[in-house]
C-alpha cells in the first residue's frame, strides 16, 4: 500500500500516464528512502520521503519538476547515520592510535614497522593518558569515539566543547595527574600533549579558520582553541600536537584550513595544526551548470532572500543558491543539511520556497 500510494502521488505530480516511467523511477526512490532518505533527522513525525519530494516537486514547474527529480537521482550524495558511526568506529584504531606510534617511534627512534616495540614501550601509554579530546560542533559524537576506543578513552579526557572554562579545565587537568600518578609516572606539572579536534563535515572551512581583510585579523574555531591551549593550564606549551579529525570533509575545505593554519601558526609561533580527513569529498561531486542540465536557470528562480544573511557572506557571496561559499555541493547528512550544498536542497520550511532536506540553522535572525 505505501509503494502503491507513492507511485500514485508522484506520478500525478510529475504528470506520469505512462506506467513504464512510474516504474523507471518509483522502486529506486522507494529503495533509497528504505535505506536511508526516510531516515532524515529533521523531518517530522510521520513524514517520510517520498511525500516530501513530492510536495518538493509541486513548487517547480512543469520542466523543473524533471530537471530537480534528475537531480535527485543522479547527484544527491547522502550521508547516512550508519556511514557516520563507521567513520567514528575507525577514526580511533586507524588514525589516532596510529599518530601515537608515529610519535612514539620517532621519539624513541624505533622503527616505524616495529609496532609491537612501540605499543609495549611506556610512552606510548603515558601519550595515551596525556590526549585531549574536544568536539567542535554537536556532530563530533564524542560518545561514540569514547566507546570505539574500547576504554582507552576515559571520560575525563573527553569534552564536547572546545570553549573550556577554568574550572572545567582545573577539573580535567587534576583528573589527568590522579591517571598517571596511578599508572606509576612521574607527576610534577600535568599537561596534556596530544590534542584532538573532532567534527563531523566540513565544506568550505571557514567556520574553522579565515583571514579577514576588513578588520585585518584571523577568525574561526581554530584561533579561539589555540589561544585557549597557550594560556597553559591544559597543554605543555613546549611539547604539544594538534590534530583536526574530520570525519567527512571537501577537498576544497581541506586545502583551504591547511593553507591558512599554517599562515596563522607560524605568524603566531604556534605548533601547526595536523589535519586529517577520514572521507575526502573530491570536486567532481560539486554541481556545475554543465553538470545538470537546466540546473542554473532552476537554481537562479527557486530561492527566497531571508537566506541570504550575514551568515553567508562570510563565505564571500551575496546569495547562498550555490550555496555558503558557493560550494554547490549536493550533499544531505543524516542529521542536517550543511549549508554548502545548494539551496534547493536545505531551504528551512517556513521559508516560501523550502528544500527536500529542509536544515535547521545553527543561527537565528531576530
Known sequence: MKDQ???????????????????????????????????????????????????WLKQFDSAGRHTALKLVMDRLVYISDDEFSHLVQTAYPDWIVQERIRLVAEEKRISAHCVGEIVRDRRFEELSIKSLYLGLSDGARTNELRRASYGDISNEQIW???????????EMVAELGATLKKAKFVVDNPRFNMIWLLDDFSGSGNTYIRYDSKENKYKGKIKKIYERLHLGDLIDTSHYEV??????????????????????TAEKGYKPLQVRV????????????????????????????RASDKHIAVGGTTDARWGFAGCALPI?????????????????????FHGLFPRVSRHREF
Not at 500510494?5 to 508522484?10: I, T, Y
Request: aromatic share 12%.
Open 5 to 55: 500510494n507513492a507511485q500514485q502521488l508522484l506520478a500525478k505530480v510529475m504528470g506520469w500516464s505512462d506506467h513504464s516511467a512510474v516504474h523507471r523511477h518509483v522502486p529506486q526512490l522507494q529503495l533509497l528512502a528504505d535505506y536511508k532518505y526516510d531516515h532524515y533527522q529533521r523531518f517530522g513525525p510521520g513524514r517520510r520521503f517520498i511525500e516530501s519530494l513530492a510536495i
Open 160 to 170: 564536547q566543547a572546545y570553549e573550556l572554562g577554568e574550572g572545567k579545565a582545573s
Open 243 to 264: 590534530f583536526l579529525l574530520l570525519y567527512v570533509a571537501t577537498r576544497q575545505a581541506l586545502d583551504h584550513i591547511e593553507y591558512w593554519a599554517d599562515q596563522f
Open 278 to 305: 577520514l572521507c575526502v569529498i573530491e570536486p567532481d561531486v560539486a554541481l556545475t551548470p554543465e553538470s545538470v542540465p537546466n540546473l542554473e536557470a532552476l537554481i537562479a528562480n527557486c530561492y527566497d532572500d
Open 332 to 352: 544531505v547528512l543524516s542529521h542536517n543539511t550543511p549549508n554548502n550544498s545548494i539551496y534547493l536542497l536545505w531551504g528551512p520550511e517556513n521559508f516560501n
